[in-house]
């Protein structure tokens, strides 16, 4: 379990979030890292797993993709390795991630770690996204500025750089120690020796993601058909212009889509889908029937959630409240109900990243969960350890 030190959550979202760059020196207590290089290097050569090395030889950058067959090929001069995702595939990884749980799941991306040798880093750079960066083993120097104009350089067409910012932060930062840059906030982190980093990324999407997922919804269930009418249209003098009035109409069309239940629904199953779907590989999954799912929550059998799954679901409003008979939620952009008796004790599985029936009984839940979690498993959502 990691859990932040002297840290309040409610003053950091007043003052930094979204807002300045803050060091939080020992966040961490006796930080214990979630991996090693060794690890690393290992996640890095596999197919499914996001990675490059960034390395810089007297002026020289060079970046390589992963799959990596020989990590130490692309190691040369100043280098990171840099692996997109270890929360999805190391258990440890993500429980360092779910420090930060304050912040809605829907919000939040990935873990990337890096590992760098003495001097390495990426260059100083933007990023769209707020990011909290933990120091693991090793030191490295940060440099964060407040945004701005800046020249940008691409020493590599994969490698976009700027030059020239002012630093408000220069800290250099100790095993625990967090730095929380938000968005478009100018930064440089030179390792000062063979170092681990963590970034716990953030999502924000933007509208044109809204919209393109929002018309894949709409075309997938055949949804806002209305179609426009103007049974009061006048005759028009030019036959191509159009009226301001008309654009209005389309704009009430479109408003009134925004107001419904369908739209709310869209959004949490948009929200409910990670930055990278993950694919869950069908020969991996065992599957169990119903009855062998019972006997394993009767015999308190721990039921372990994948570390890459995260449900979601919708605050329900006040004017909605008598109306309401499931409970849903969803999970990489499907739906799942069950009646509103059974929330409490779906929420409680859906929230731990390991479930199991306390005092072994199954008299006060209803079959509607049992369900819920076989399906839940023979989906490779969760197992039975
Ligand atoms: C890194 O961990 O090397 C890069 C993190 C960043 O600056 O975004
Ligand atoms: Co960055």
Known sequence: MYSLNNFDKQQFINQYWQKKPLVIKQGFDNFIDPLDEHDLAGLSQEPSVDSRIVSQTANTWQVSHGPFED???HCLGAWSLLVQSVD???PEADQLMRAFDFIPHWRMDDLMVSFSNKDAGVGSHLDQ???FIIQGKGSRRWQVGLPGNFNKINPHKDLAQISGFEPVIDQVLQPGDIIYIPANHPHNGVA???CLN???GFRAPSQQDMLSSLADFAIDNNLFNQRYTDKELAPREFSGEIKQQEVTRFKHM???LLETEQFSNWAAQFLSQSGEKQEFDEQDIQIFSH??????LKAGVPFVRCPAIKAV????PLSNIEKIEDFMFYIQGEVFSVPLNDKELVLNFLNRPVFYLENNTLDQSSIFFTQLVTTMVNSGYWYPE
């Open 129 to 131: 996204y707020d990011v």
């Open 198 to 200: 963590y970034s716990v």
């Open 313 to 316: 679901f919708l605050e329900q």
């Open 71 to 73: 990590v130490n090929a």
């Open 192 to 194: 000062l020796e063979e």
């Open 88 to 90: 999805h595939f190391v």
């Open 291 to 296: 009855q062998d799912i019972v006997g394993k």
């Open 254 to 256: 479109l408003q009134q």
